[in-house]
């Protein structure tokens, strides 16, 4: 996946999705799956998925450049943010 965004729309995106993605201290340890951000690239748009099971929610970044669409979770493109 390459997209080229807003870096403060996406810190943004992200911290909202972080807090309703499990924590790993919590006595209840989540499903793997459930700890990751999951990224969706479209045509102009960046989607942000996440959910405990309990709350769900989906952020959509509009006018991003979208130059390999496909979907990955957010540790898979952590290191691209930096």
Not at 12 to 28: D, F, G, M, T
Not at 37 to 42: K, S
Request: contains cysteine.
């Amino acid at each position: 996946m390459k997209v080229i965004c807003d870096r403060e729309k996406l810190r943004e995106c992200l911290a909202i999705a972080n807090s309703v993605i499990p924590k790993k201290k919590k006595k209840r340890v989540a499903k793997p799956v459930l700890r990751h951000v999951c990224l969706v690239a479209t045509k102009g748009a960046l989607e942000l998925i996440g959910s405990d099971l309990e709350v769900s929610m989906r952020l959509r970044i509009e006018g991003v450049t979208v130059e390999e669409p496909r979907c990955s979770r957010g540790s898979e493109v952590a290191d691209s943010t930096a």
